[in-house]
Nanobody, 128 residues
Framework: QLRLVESGGGLVQPGGSLRLSCTAS????????IYWWRQAPGKEREGVSC????????KYANAVKGRFTISRDNPRDIVYLQMNNLKPEDTAVYYC?????????????????????WGQGTQVTVSS
């Protein structure tokens, strides 16, 4: 079965850190731009960050800029989202998505694209 798998979510206090991982099952992440989106209860899904293949371009939503870092380890076929200085408003289910259409060009999280694959999501809760 071809799918993306997220991991690394959990409960953390405000100001804490988490690192999310996105891996692929049944295919490789080569040539895919990878996106992180999140959805909080009662809110629309919003773009968080993306990284092109092989990793030259990254983009961040204003809400996470300076706190989150996206990276990819291509030999290990994994993408990370390092989240520091977490805030209660970061609480959401975080999803990764993959899309080949950008090629090696820049990605964007300003609008949601028609991605090839989505993961099932991992819950991140920031609370004291």
């Amino acid at each position: 079965q071809l799918r993306l798998v997220e991991s690394g979510g959990g409960l953390v206090q405000p100001g804490g850190s988490l690192r999310l991982s996105c891996t692929a099952s049944g295919f490789t992440l080569d040539y895919y731009a990878i996106y992180w989106w999140r959805q909080a209860p009662g809110k629309e899904r919003e773009g968080v960050s993306c990284i092109s293949y092989p990793g030259r371009w990254t983009k961040y939503a204003n809400a996470v800029k300076g706190r989150f870092t996206i990276s990819r380890d291509n030999p290990r076929d994994i993408v990370y989202l390092q989240m520091n200085n977490l805030k209660p408003e970061d609480t959401a289910v975080y999803y990764c998505a993959a899309d080949r259409s950008p090629g090696s060009g820049p990605c964007t999280v300003a609008t949601e694209g028609h991605y090839d694959y989505w993961g099932q999501g991992t819950q991140v809760t920031v609370s004291s």
